[in-house]
């Protein structure tokens, strides 16, 4: 009898395993594997002068704007594929190589926005978030350095053959077909009405709030892993069910993106958010009722 529960329990464990993925690692890991020649470092920054200052040894810059591209349709619009890749075989990322990224300062969000695009490209399950970025690096004791690292073009062709950055279609079928939760990123404020410069405040109707902020410390480091899923769980009890999360523009819900699919949730990002949908009369909107 002992032996077929520990049976059951050891099936439990691999299944739960199985659906999720150690995505977001540590300095020590970056280390240990740093020599791995299909590794490849990046760096996104806004400015090229944190990367300048200092970096990881053989990491690359990333311009985030490279890769979300801005147009009169909205911001942080998906790169069209042709662009994409001649972005990332400048950036010696190849059909075989584990991307990680590691970012300066505080830049949790945009770097999270990079993560799902990368994983949108067509690089799924090869993308890895240091957690603590450069900050954890260096506390963590191991070296950064000014040096520029020789880069060889790579081959990586990038698809979109994967839609994880959505419209607002397939927002509406969600809501309608109930096939997915949707999820407000924002924090609980704008959620319930909080004015921000948009058409219309509030939230979509029907959506539930999983504020981003609550999957990041003080120290910029996301949360532990039994923390995340206390606070998902709090909001998506059903794992196996979709989510479809937004914010203002596409940014911090990727961060729920990037903490969900540690956890093993299906996550895609609405990437007009409510830039686009607040613009949009039909488009239902509610604010929270207050007492």
């Known amino acids: 009898m002992r032996k077929s529960i520990l049976g059951v329990i050891a099936f439990f464990m691999l299944a739960t395993a199985s659906k999720s993925q150690n995505i977001i690692v540590t300095p020590q890991w970056l280390n240990d594997n740093i020599n791995d020649p299909n590794l490849v470092i990046i760096q996104p920054s806004f400015l090229k002068l944190d990367y300048d200052n200092e970096h990881i040894k053989g990491a690359r810059y ?129 959620y319930d009405g909080d004015p921000t410069g948009n058409p219309r405040d ?26 995340l899923l206390k606070n998902f769980q709090a909001v998506l009890p059903d794992k196996n069910k979709e989510v479809v999360t937004y914010c203002f523009i596409g940014q911090t819900a990727s961060v729920i993106y990037l903490t969900g699919r540690q956890l093993g949730y299906n996550v895609k990002v609405y990437d007009g958010s409510k830039q686009e949908w607040s613009r949009i009369p039909e488009l239902p909107m509610e604010k929270t009722k207050k007492e």
């Not at 790169?79 to 300066?104: F, M, R, W, Y």
């Open 202 to 227: 509030g939230h979509i109707t029907g959506a539930l709030n999983l504020a981003y902020t609550d999957m990041i410390d003080a120290s910029n480091n996301i949360k532990p892993t039994d923390s």
């Open 62 to 190: 990333l311009w985030p704007d490279w890769l979300t591209a801005n147009s009169p349709e909205g911001t942080y619009n998906p790169p069209d594929p042709k662009v994409a890749t001649k972005v990332l075989q400048e950036l010696g990322i190849n059909k075989d190589s584990k991307v990680v990224l590691c970012h300066a300062f505080g830049d949790v969000s945009i770097t999270a926005r990079m993560f799902i695009t990368l994983e949108n490209l067509g690089l799924r399950d090869k993308v890895y978030y240091l957690n603590g970025g450069l900050v954890a690096w260096k506390k963590a004791g191991y070296p950064v350095t000014k040096d520029l690292p020789v880069v060889k073009k790579g081959n990586f062709v990038a698809t979109a053959s994967t839609p994880l950055l959505v419209d607002k279609d397939y927002v509406l079928q969600s809501l309608k077909t109930k096939s997915a939760e949707v999820v407000d990123a924002r924090m609980k404020r704008f």
